[in-house]
């Protein structure tokens, strides 16, 4: 039976690759991890927010402690991965870091409150969440980002590049299922985060005609026809009557929920499903992590002080090349170093002498004070315990080499060394005297041969 024929790995990756729509590709993906102290409470809060950034981040994301950031970057690009949310937890203060990957900015927020989805959702009077909503991004709404300040566009624009782009003549309104909230409050400098699931509920329809609509079998108990269950609510529901104007929108398409029909009203209800998170910018740097700051809100210096940071950043710069240039020729030293001593020692155990010819030729010249002759300290080649090619014949042990014929004529030849004619000395096969004779059972033993049996009664009467 054939097996199947192995794919080398990097064809079988691109073959992967290749196989990705453009949208999944060119969409921006997310890592979301925590770091710092160990609590519960973050841990859950880093699986809530991935649940915000669905579909387009790793759910199931695993991370140990042994885990650094730079290992996390160096999948990013296999992964197409743009963003990374970092939550550490130190001793004081929780923090999030918004990082841009693969060369920065980082923004780093403090988190002053934070609430759970679990306890959202629990607090809720009517709970509308559904796996369903999470198949597709949400709508990123941005309030009151338009302030005086390169960190507020630069905040905005950043939050608005961790989820997909809309494009609003082909988007389908069916799969706007969900939306993120960020308001900006320019007086605390705070950031208000809330997640939301959307509801479309069409408008101008009786209480009991919307249940018909949506499926829901009705209780016709007591009433005698139909008429009357349809009659007898009139024509304004609670929902409609708690509902403002402002929510009503007419529907450029139909959607897949009953009732929905294209050039209608509809109501638009939002659901609260959490977390929710307040936060506040504290700075930005230039590269991951590291490097320029940017904005910071509570340090603020003039033109000369930055200058003379970045002089000292440069510098710092060239002094870790500098270490790593002279590390590695440290490295590179030490290497050698080790494999001379080793083949020292190496020399040292077969009893060979390991002076140099060129260091006994110097001692020589400074004690006598004269130039050594050439042949005194001449430089030998250093013997090799290689065993030397063998020519064809002899590659092979159970063939003999073969000789020369003029050699072979001076040897003796094998006859002359032994020859069938002698075997007759030692025994004729023709003597049949020699071999044993049953009906002679007095025969005497005969020492030379062997082979005569010895007569055991003669034996008996002797004695």
Partial sequence: MGGKKKVHPKTRTAAFKASEPSEIVEAP?????????????????????????????????????????????????????????????????????????????????????????????????????????????????????????????????????????????????????????????????????????????????????????????????????????????????????????????????????????????????????????TMQLIKIEEGLLTGEVLYHDHVVKTEDEKETLRKLVEKKRKQKEQRKKEQAENRARNLKLKKDEKWAAKRAAEGRNDSDPEDDAEYYKEEVGEEPDEELFKMEEKSSRKRPNLSGGMKYKNKRAKLDPKDQKDKPDRKDKFDRKDKKDKFDHKNKKDKFDPKNRRAKFDPKNKRAKFDHKKSRKSK
């Avoid at 710092?36 to 402690?65: H, Q, V, W």
């Avoid at 139909?226 to 024509?235: I, L, M, Q």
């Fill in 29 to 277: 993906h997310s890592f979301v991890i925590h770091r710092g102290l160990t609590c519960p409470y973050i841990t859950d809060l880093t699986l809530d927010f991935r649940r915000i950034m669905e579909p387009f981040t790793a759910s199931n994301l695993r991370e140990k402690r042994m885990n650094r950031i730079k290992d996390f970057v160096s999948l990013s690009s296999f992964f197409h991965v743009s963003h990374m949310g970092i939550f550490n937890k130190a001793s004081t203060q929780l923090s999030f870091k918004v990082v841009r990957l693969p060369r920065g900015p980082s923004l780093t927020f403090k988190v002053h409150q934070f609430t759970l989805a679990r306890d959202v959702i629990s607090l809720a009077k009517k709970q509308m969440i559904d796996n369903d909503h999470f198949k597709h991004a949400p709508l990123v709404i941005m309030n009151n980002f338009s302030g005086d300040g390169k960190h507020l566009k630069l905040m905005a624009t950043t939050f608005q590049n961790m989820f997909p782009s809309i494009n609003l003549a082909q988007v389908n309104i069916g799969t706007i299922r969900r939306c993120v909230l960020f308001s900006y409050n320019p007086e605390t400098k705070l950031v208000e985060m809330r997640h939301y699931s959307v509801q479309v509920v069409p408008v101008g329809l009786k209480r009991a005609v919307q249940k018909i609509v949506k499926g829901t079998v009705p209780n016709l108990g007591k009433c005698n026809e139909v008429v009357d269950f349809v009659t007898k609510d009139g024509y304004a529901s609670e929902s409609e009557a708690e509902d403002d104007e402002q929510s009503h929108v007419v529907l450029a398409q139909t959607l897949k929920s009953k009732g929905n029909l294209e050039d209608n009203k509809s109501s638009i209800k939002l659901h609260e499903i959490g977390p929710r998170l």
